[in-house]
């Protein structure tokens, strides 16, 4: 049973940049597209963006010139990097799989990250 | 990229159906997915490619398709229901989009 963890600080500062990973267990990364998916407390959900374990990523244009995400295959590990934070990035960020290249499953149980001076 | 609209809430007594709508232009086009997302919890999958339900989930979800709009439905709807419900589609670029959200309240 393919199981997710996300890691990295929670505590970030304005203009930092926010650096996380997922650890994949239970299954191969180079097997699936995988993604991160970001919730602001009270509100909806939001994509950041996919990447396979070898090929382009695919990001939310909307983040876009903002965002990074590589994969480590020795690690069976992804991660995010979003640069200049502000306070509007203060979510819960969760890793997922993607299923047939459609579909979220499953997540990890999500990583609370704080933009605060 | 395209929006998914759903409404904000639905409440629905113990027992009743509760149905969630989800709009959007792509959705013709495109399948849908729906999540189930509890109080502190991350999403959980509940129907995926408009209609066809993951193993272990209660018999009494169910999605349909018609044109613009999906919809999920819960039959004979229980306490442990009460959550926010999540569509979710593709376009043809390779961009997933999440719907507004639907809190569904059991009475």
């Known amino acids: 049973q393919v199981q997710l963890q996300e890691s990295g600080p929670g505590l970030l500062k304005p203009s930092e940049t926010l650096s996380l990973a997922c650890t994949v267990s239970?299954?191969?990364?180079?097997?699936?597209?995988w993604s991160w998916i970001r919730q602001p407390a009270g509100k909806g959900l939001e994509w950041i963006g996919r990447?396979?374990?070898?090929?382009?990523?695919n990001y939310n244009p909307t983040l876009k010139s903002r965002v990074t995400m590589s994969v480590d295959t020795s690690k069976n590990q992804f991660s995010l990097k979003m640069t200049s934070v502000s306070a509007a990035d203060t979510a819960m960020y969760y890793c997922?799989?993607?299923?047939?290249?459609?579909?979220?499953?499953?997540w990890g149980q999500g990583t609370l990250v704080t933009v605060s001076s | 990229s395209f929006e998914l609209t759903q409404p904000p809430s639905v409440s629905v007594s113990p027992g009743q159906t509760a149905t969630i709508t989800c709009s959007g232009d792509?959705?013709?086009?495109?399948?849908a997915y729906w999540y189930q997302q509890k109080p502190g919890q991350a999403p959980v999958l509940v129907i995926y490619?408009?209609?066809e339900r993951p193993s272990g989930i209660p018999e009494r979800f169910s999605g349909s398709s018609s044109g613009t709009t999906v919809t999920l439905s819960i039959s004979g709807v229980q306490a442990e229901d009460e959550a926010d419900y999540y569509c979710?589609?593709?376009?043809?670029?390779?961009?997933?989009?999440f719907g507004t959200g639907t809190k569904v309240t059991v009475l």
């Open positions: 997922a799989r993607i299923t047939e290249v459609d579909w979220f499953d499953p």
């Open positions: 239970g299954d191969s990364i180079s097997s699936y597209y």
């Open positions: 990447i396979y374990s070898s090929g382009s990523p």
């Open positions: 792509a959705l013709p086009k495109q399948y």
């Open positions: 490619k408009d209609t």
């Open positions: 979710q589609s593709t376009d043809s670029s390779g961009t997933y989009v």
